[in-house]
T-cell receptor, first 116, second 114 residues
Framework: NAGVTQTPKFRILKIGQSMTLQCTQDMNHNYMYWYRQDPGMGLKLIYYSVGAGITDKGEVPNGYNVSRSTTEDFPLRLELAAPSQTSVYFC???????????????FGEGSWLTVV | LAKTTQPISMDSYEGQEVNITCSHNNIATNDYITWYQQFPSQGPRFIIQGYKTKVTNEVASLFIPADRKSSTLSLPRVSLSDTAVYYCLVGGGPFSGGYNKLIFGAGTRLAVHP
């Protein structure tokens, strides 16, 4: 049971390039999330998904796209990378929408992205 | 998800008890209160969760008054390794919208000094 796995861990992009951050969870969680965290700041929700085939915007969706074709995978796509997208990206998942004993949010280890 | 308010930062010294309070005035009847800890360069991780009164585990205690409009995370005898950001999250109840849109607040930066 690997939990939430993100790849790549580090990446340098040039302005205008595109890339996909991969996120996979093996816990059969329905809910998945992408956050970005700028230095010294809190987590900002980019996109989230409540199940396969269903995604919705979070607080800061501009410049990003997501898809959820399977329960396990929730990739984040950056189109036309900009320096403002330099950040740490975290993927997270939770089993279902309601808390019950032991139902907690699991985070990946993060992906460090620099746009130059 | 209920809006939460926490202090931006706190300072403490090794061996002291630290209490971080979170205000959540619009908490729903079925909402739970959960605290997460984030170290630099890592994703947040679960510390403790409660619904009412007091909950204690091996790392922390959570105090929730009867009106549930606030909660206090208590860290006994902190060490340098407790330096981190602490987030209070409220929600997850069956009639509160659950965790559809999971938004974290700014958190509390705790600095523990020697």
């Amino acid at each position: 049971n690997a939990g939430v796995t993100q790849t790549p861990k580090f990446r340098i992009l040039k302005i205008g390039q595109s890339m996909t951050l991969q996120c996979t969870q093996d816990m059969n969680h329905n809910y998945m999330y992408w956050y970005r965290q700028d230095p010294g700041m809190g987590l900002k929700l980019i996109y989230y998904s409540v199940g396969a085939g269903i995604t919705d915007k979070g607080e800061v969706p501009n410049g990003y796209n997501v898809s959820r074709s399977t329960t396990e995978d929730f990739p984040l796509r950056l189109e036309l990378a900009a320096p403002s997208q330099t950040s740490v990206y975290f993927c997270a998942s939770i089993r279902d929408r309601e808390f019950s004993s032991g139902n907690t949010i699991y985070f990946g280890e993060g992906s460090w992205l620099t746009v130059v | 998800l209920a809006k939460t308010t926490q202090p931006i930062s706190m300072d403490s010294y090794e061996g002291q008890e630290v209490n971080i309070t979170c205000s959540h005035n619009n908490i729903a009847t079925n909402d739970y209160i959960t605290w997460y800890q984030q170290f630099p360069s890592q994703g947040p991780r679960f510390i403790i969760q409660g619904y009412k009164t007091k909950v204690t585990n091996e790392v922390a205690s959570l105090f929730i008054p009867a009106d549930r409009k606030s909660s206090t995370l208590s860290l006994p005898r902190v060490s340098l390794s407790d330096t981190a950001v602490y987030y209070c999250l409220v929600g997850g109840g069956p009639f509160s919208g659950g965790y559809n849109k999971l938004i974290f607040g700014a958190g509390t930066r705790l600095a523990v000094h020697p």
